[in-house]
């Protein structure tokens, strides 16, 4: 079975004027009956596992509603590139060959790739949810 891994793109937040529509990323994926979630900021990682029914759902529900999530087929590991930001971290826990620096950028290769596949497209453009790089459930 291909593993998957889903990137969720967070709407731009207030004062983010470097960014485009998208100003941070998050990944997350299914392991062994459990959701890992993987937050990478300038500041460390946030990690949160989820495996109960009712958090599992609350987590998924709240991440397809504000943020634009890509289902990313994981490929063969790629060199670590830096500088270490939610980007070249995700481009490089999941094999995607890509020049972006910014969450705009990685989009645009995931939507050219056959190993992606964009799961709520409709999310694509919105507001922010007030989480934004903080990128938690509930």
Known sequence: ?????????????????????????????????????LN??????????????DEVEDFLTYMFAHTLVVRHEVLLRSH??????????TKH????????????GLLRTLRKSRHAEILNESQEGQGNAGAGSRAQAG
Not at 80 to 89: E, N
Not at 93 to 104: C, E, T
């Open 40 to 53: 990478s900021e300038r500041q460390g990682f946030e990690a949160g596992v989820f495996h109960e029914h």
């Open 1 to 37: 079975m291909t593993p998957f891994a889903y990137i969720a793109f967070w709407p731009r937040e207030p004062g983010h004027w470097w960014a485009g529509k998208y100003s941070h990323i998050s990944t997350f994926w299914h392991e062994k009956d459990t959701w890992i979630h």
């Open 80 to 89: 670590f590139f830096w500088p270490m930001t939610c980007v070249s971290i």
């Open 93 to 104: 826990a999941f094999g995607i060959r890509s020049r972006a620096l910014f969450p705009d």
